[in-house]
Nanobody
């Protein structure tokens, strides 16, 4: 069982940066691939970024490539999402996920956090 707690969301202006953190419980964090998804108002949940267990491989949806960076610190049981040059269309609730394999497919992840709100004003 893994519990995930996100933090770092907030209200920012377009062009600003935020760093989301996701702290995981348990001693097996390094055995999980980690991901970030988001759900914007009135839209379906979408994949944002994912990182392999070692951190050696990362994946991004096209709309955030070059702006967002996913990293992990296995010693701290934490995964991060650095978000730069934020745009109003990035406004969403951001969810941290953990699963056995790194994938862009949401249902493949076993554990989900409660989410953190990111709001970007124009």
């Amino acid at each position: 069982q893994v519990q995930l707690v996100e933090s770092g969301g907030g209200l920012v202006q377009a062009g600003d940066s935020l760093r989301l953190s996701c702290a995981a419980s348990g001693r097996t964090f390094s055995s999980y691939a980690m991901g970030w998804f988001r759900r914007a108002p009135g839209k379906e949940r979408e994949f944002v970024a994912a990182i392999s267990r070692s951190g050696g491989s990362t994946y991004y949806t096209d709309s955030v490539k070059g702006r967002f960076t996913i990293t992990r610190d296995n010693a701290k049981n934490t995964v991060y999402l650095q978000m730069n040059r934020l745009q109003p269309e990035d406004t969403a609730v951001y969810y941290c996920t953990a699963g056995a394999v790194v994938t862009t497919y949401g249902p493949a992840y076993n554990y989900w956090g409660q989410g953190t709100q990111v709001t970007v004003s124009s």
